[in-house]
């Protein structure tokens, strides 16, 4: 029963420590109650009792995807639990062939299982077109100082450091029982080990942040948050008023806030801009008033040999109205905008409620503003959830990174905020800022240090709110940004971490397999 406890326990923290509870601090004691279990469990009740805390953790933390799918919500729970399953079958594991009592096996301990975290939570946002949602170090995107170390090491390295806090409180909690009275007297060098890790990176975190070399340039840019809900957005007779509601909020922003450039979430064109006589109209008389227009669209190319591809763009008008550059979406959302395998199984397209696929955009668009000269690259939608996308756009020459993104999908739910904070560790990844606009969401710049402002909402702090937010974006010189270890070496910390894992997963296999065949010849 104690270890269903446990389970339960477990996952309902791990799930705290993100929005909408925000509780962060239950990041570095949520792993606890499920370690305190697995050292007297064979690797495959291990395995069980970690599926089911990951199971509940993320029923919990993306049951906002059930405003779309609720098939996909449960499919969706049940993988990613899969990692939390591994890793607690590769914990027990490892703890068979290691002695609680003595010391030099405790410290292996404490430096094996959060680099083997972090490698399994770089393996779910990698595999199979990956999900790198919430892994644990997003919980503490709040704390600046200590998650300066994504610069070197990525997201991926602070998720490690917060699971060190976990082993450390364990293996002192599993010393405090096993000793009684003479173990509370003890010294702890797990603990004692940790609080100077955790001196070290929140000082070296500060120091970093002073050291940032100042701006190059600033860009002021008019953030235009239209909030059309989403069973409107497709709706023919609600493209006029739809359009004069953006029209209208993008006229007020660039009387009022004379701005170098006007930004429009995802999709917020609401049919093809290429072909929209309606759309285009706006978007020509907009940008006549004198500030380049950053527009999210869909896309459509035909093609003589085969039917049109589609694509969700983001395309750049200058001051006249013409089409300056176009980033087409290179990461597409598995049944968000396109399905799987549906030509092999159709049924899967019941999973969800696209009408069709996407095809995927090839290439990474560096845009160029010529007044400042600023060059910048887009991420469209989850994209800022994908470290790799926004490292290869800062190795092709940009300097700021815009999010576009229509998270009215999920109104009202906390996927917005989840979302955003995904986008702190991108910034801090590569040095570079990172401007969101959101149809509905969270609106806001992020600067170089990972520091959210300019956040847009009303007095009561509501951020699901029609209007526009005026944003200075610092800009940082070309020879600054992408300087960082993460930037130039890429994810060398995830793939540290998943050699730890699979290494642990090797462990376990070779054992079970010897198992197996002593088991097979005692039977002969």
């Not at 089911?52 to 098939?71: D, E, P, R």
């Not at 006029?240 to 930004?263: F, H, K, N, Q, W």
Request: charged share 20%.
């Amino acid at each position: 029963m104690l270890p269903w406890f446990a389970v339960v326990v477990t996952g309902l923290l791990m799930a705290s420590a993100f929005p909408p509870l925000e509780w962060s601090e239950l990041g570095f004691l949520a792993l606890v109650p499920l370690l305190l279990t697995l050292r007297r469990m064979s690797p495959r009740k291990g395995f069980i009792v970690g599926w089911w805390a990951g199971w509940i953790f993320w029923l919990c933390s993306i049951f906002w995807l059930t405003k779309v799918t609720v098939g996909g919500w449960l499919l969706l729970t049940s993988y990613c639990a899969l990692y939390t399953g591994l890793f607690a079958g590769g914990t027990a594991w490892l703890l068979t062939r290691l002695r609680s009592d003595f010391l030099g096996h405790r410290l292996l301990v404490l430096a094996v299982l959060p680099l083997a975290w972090a490698g399994f939570e770089f393996l779910r946002g990698t595999l199979f077109t990956g999900f790198p949602w919430n892994p644990l170090g997003v919980s503490q995107y709040a704390r600046i100082s200590l998650i300066q170390s994504a610069s070197w090491g990525g997201v991926y390295a602070v998720s490690a450091v917060v699971m060190l806090v976990n082993v450390a409180a364990w293996l002192t909690i599993e010393q405090y029982v096993r000793e009684g009275v003479k173990g509370r007297r003890a010294w702890h060098p797990e603990l004692m080990i940790v609080f100077l890790v955790l001196a070290v990176l929140m000082t070296q975190g500060g120091r970093a942040m002073r050291a940032l070399p100042p701006a190059a340039t600033t860009v002021r840019a008019a953030l235009v948050q239209p909030a059309t809900p989403q069973d409107e957005k497709w709706t023919p007779e609600l493209l006029a008023p739809s359009y004069a509601r953006l029209g209208s909020l993008t006229e007020l922003a660039l009387r009022v806030g004379e701005p170098d450039i006007v930004i429009w979430p995802e999709t917020a064109v609401l049919d093809y801009i290429r072909e929209s006589e309606q759309g285009y109209a706006l978007v020509y008389r907009l940008t006549r008033m004198g500030a380049p227009l950053l527009v999210g669209t869909m896309d459509r190319a035909w093609r003589d040999d085969g039917p049109p591809r589609y694509y969700n763009s983001s395309i750049l008008f200058d001051e006249a109205g013409r089409i300056m550059q176009q980033y087409d979406k290179k990461h597409l959302v598995m049944f968000g905008e396109y399905v799987p395998l549906e030509n092999i199984f159709p049924f899967l397209s019941t999973l969800t409620p696209i009408e069709g696929s996407f095809d995927p955009g090839m290439e990474t668009t560096v845009f160029r503003l010529t007044k400042p000269d600023v060059s910048f690259s887009v991420l469209i939608c989850f994209e800022d959830t994908i470290p790799a996308l926004a490292r290869e756009a800062v190795k092709a020459g940009a300097r700021w990174l815009v999010n576009q993104t229509n998270d009215a999908w999920f109104d009202v739910s906390s996927a917005n905020k989840q979302h955003m904070t995904h986008a702190v560790f991108r910034a801090i990844e590569n040095r570079v800022p990172v401007t969101r606009v959101a149809n509905t969401g969270v609106t806001c710049s992020i600067d170089r240090t990972g520091r959210i402002y300019d956040v847009l909402q009303d007095p009561a702090g509501q951020t699901l709110i029609e209007g526009f937010k005026m944003s200075l974006v610092d800009i940082p010189d070309e020879n600054d940004a992408g300087r960082t270890v993460y930037a130039r070496w890429g994810a060398w910390f995830g793939w540290t971490g998943a050699v730890a894992a699979l290494m642990l997963m090797g462990g376990w296999g070779r054992d079970a397999y010897a198992a197996r065949k002593s088991k097979a010849k005692e039977r002969t």
